[in-house]
């Protein structure tokens, strides 16, 4: 490897591996070296993290959604224990998920308006040890996100409180699923699972099926880490 690559490489892991595939053609045009990683499998992140400091790479670019609370919280994993200083390129709006990642340590976020040539210099500050993310931005992003946390540990207390199978059986009211499909898939009688349900509303402290389902929603989009 020569003294110049480890400044011009950089790691791209794309959701959506065509994405990836347009994104390093871009940046291939434009100087750099892209190496693409296709998405960390669950259970394999130790070797999706050997490969990549096996790769020799710096700096890396995650492009993902992170309106979905499961990728949310893969990033957050991502970028959480290194090797590479990470950026974040996503569909989702400054707010609370932006500061999720930041905090957990990405050094920076950016929209996909971006264009080609603002990544490429965001990539370079990044190389360069800096960030893209103005201090404001981050700020601003961070404490959205600590206020939404502080908002949500309460609920996530709550939601604890439940049993492995009351939580399956909330699961799957949030799914849709009457209390007659879930007896049924669950071999039990409807008797069982609409006691589960009284137990499940009254550890939430909510008076019907509808606000405990509206509970476990936003413990799912707001607050990934909650028990799943």
Known sequence: MSAEEPVRRVA?????????????????????????????????????RDALARSGVAVGVILCDLRSPDLLHDVELLVARGPLRWLVL?????????????DAGAVGVLPTT???????KA??????????TPPAVRRRAIEEWESVADEQRELVRRMELLTH??????????????VRRIAEASGVAEATVRSQVKSLRRKLAVDSQLAAVAMYRRALEVFPRARR
């Open 12 to 48: 791209l892991v794309a959701e959506r591996r065509l994405v990836g595939q347009a994104i390093a053609a871009a940046l291939r045009g434009r100087g750099l070296e892209p190496v693409l990683f296709d998405w960390p499998e669950r259970g394999g992140r130790m070797s999706f």
């Open 90 to 102: 996503t569909d989702s709006e400054l707010g609370p998920r932006w500061g999720s990642v930041l």
């Open 114 to 120: 971006t264009t080609t040539a603002g990544l490429v």
């Open 123 to 132: 990539i370079r500050e990044t190389i360069a040890g800096g960030s893209p």
């Open 165 to 178: 199978r009351e939580y399956e059986v909330l699961g799957s009211l949030y799914d849709g699923r009457t």
